[in-house]
């Protein structure tokens, strides 16, 4: 066995990224992680940097294998030729599954139905098919190709997304958190200084810009403000390799605010786990809204709003700012899904 | 910088295996860990590994560097030229911290004696001088090279040790469970068969032979039987690369037995890893028992017990077969460190 070539096939740049070349033909039980982001959305890097820890830490026993989303096609034929049949096939987790991302999604097809004799999981996601006729034609793509798979089950990170799964798909549903949250890092200890807005730029944005424009200034009025997104836009694209250092950066960016103010679910969990301050406004179908209500409600120092009034809002900060900030520890919810890699 | 060299030095090996060479040289804090075993005690390889764990999950933003046993040497030196005012160096814990295992504790004195500029921890031990003119002169030489140290922290895994430290050492002492209890692997769910004693064949074995034969014919009457020790005997070293499968292997020991009886402080922790019924009997200085007293107790599937009558050990065995295994969770009392390590 070389390393460029296993079985015959090119072993391309992107497939097992995180392994050396023979753990892929090793008699260990397999986990293929397929989808693994090359995009720059820190959100989902942290989410695929966690599904790594997840397994590695719980089933060290299993090799994790991941395929990097430009590989997916030479990932997809590498992979039929190796699996084993008690090895595990997933997609990873996000806020993905549905007809805004349609790159995504079509991967995600193909993973589904290429693999239907295996044990397959959908990491945790929200679901969201628009409700038009784009949307809906998409929803058909989908059911089809997942109904081709009796193996596979879902897990949903909201009760919301929970319903969607049950209304659209007949694939058994598990109710877990966003996979960030199954992380344990210690947060440091790094100089606080103004207030960060981490703001989406893309088709989910509902928070409108004159209302963004009146917070700022508010804000500036107590200090240094910045605007950002967990979207990197310094880099084009993230490989597996560099995905902790960009990750720990991002942690640390929210680590040295006083405050964040964001419509992003990501900069939520950052805030969490940093003990940071951070007031939540919704996207178009209610991710953060619904992980905020469904697990994180308890967390006094992380606030979701709906209001639109700097007036009202004033308080709340205040509130946030205020708090000793206490933990919950949402480990023990990841239990469907150890349950579920371990049988 | 080639592989070969760092700084001018040599890097032999043994020194960083877990990492590639340029992790040496990067700008992150690091944790140097010296004592990294090479010998094949499962016990302290399971320690090494969940120290690594450990490090990784909870400050991913460090860059982590073993040193092995057999390269301390070589590895003092080579640490003293990359070493930065912030970074931390720790000897790896485990039950050798006295007069038993003269090897490596004079390898702990040159390394607590090596940077005594640097904040240092002794991670998780017992501490055990024996009571004899050589122990004593054990004792006295390695109070004077920790006494060097006055950033030397030790951390106790029982409370018995951390008197012994605060009547020997002016060093300040933290209280943790053995390090293997920090991991939280999935337990593998495989066919259970037989009685496995799990016995010592070193100078702290205290449990009698004929005592061993009585319980074993015993055991016999109920199905196979069969007898090991946690030091493996079918290698001669077991380096870093290769410990997580030995690891692996004697964790499905011991979760294919339907009961284990041993008296080894591991194999007692194995068995919880992997709800494995256990009867746990002493060394001779109670390492095991005071594991058990001062944090399992709680375990309904596990006992210690000092009893040498097989007719009082037959319903306590029976009882611990019967229990519906249940769990406990220690990792919050590993906070003292990971304040330490933090700060």
Same sequence: chains 1, 2.
Wanted: aromatic letters at 10%; charged letters at 35%; one cysteine or more.
């Amino acid at each position: 066995m070389s390393e460029k070539t296993i079985k015959g096939r090119k072993l391309v740049k992107g497939i097992a990224p995180n392994v050396d070349a023979d753990a892929l033909l090793n008699d260990k039980r397999k986990v293929f992680l397929f989808g693994s982001p090359s995009y720059t959305n820190i959100g989902d890097q942290a989410i695929a940097y966690a599904i790594e820890k997840f397994i590695r830490n719980h089933f060290p026993y299993y090799e994790y294998i991941e395929i990097m989303d430009y590989a997916n096609d030479e990932g997809i034929e590498l992979v039929k030729e190796i699996i084993k049949e008690d090895d595990i096939v997933g997609y990873t987790g996000g806020g993905n599954l549905g007809s805004l991302y349609l790159d995504i999604e079509e991967d995600r097809r193909k993973v589904f139905e290429s693999f239907k004799n295996y044990k397959t999981i959908s990491f945790p996601q929200s679901v969201y098919f628009e409700d038009t006729e784009e949307g809906q034609t998409e929803k058909k793509k989908t059911q089809d190709a997942y109904h081709q798979n009796p193996n596979l089950t879902i897990a949903a990170r909201e009760n919301q997304t929970v319903d969607v799964v049950k209304e659209t798909f007949r694939s058994p549903v598990i109710y877990t958190p966003d996979m960030v949250l199954s992380l344990d890092i210690e947060p440091r200890d790094l100089h606080r200084e103004g207030v960060l807005f981490v703001l989406r730029a893309d088709k989910e944005k509902v928070t409108e810009e004159d209302f963004i424009s009146e917070l700022m200034s508010w804000a500036e009025e107590t200090g240094s403000v910045e605007r950002t997104d967990t979207v990197l836009s310094e880099v084009d694209i993230i490989d597996y390799k560099d995905r902790e250092k960009y990750f720990m950066k991002t942690l640390d960016k929210i680590a040295s605010s006083k405050l964040i103010i964001t419509d992003r679910l990501h900069a939520m969990i950052f805030s969490i786990m940093t003990k940071t301050p951070c007031l939540v406004f919704g996207n178009s179908y209610g991710k953060a809204k619904h992980s905020y209500i469904d697990w994180l409600s308890e967390i006094n120092f992380v606030e979701y709003t709906d209001k639109k009034d700097i007036d009202q809002l004033k308080p709340i900060i205040e509130r946030l700012l205020k708090a000793e900030p206490n933990s919950i520890d949402v480990r023990k919810d990841f239990k469907p899904l150890r349950d579920l890699l371990k049988s």
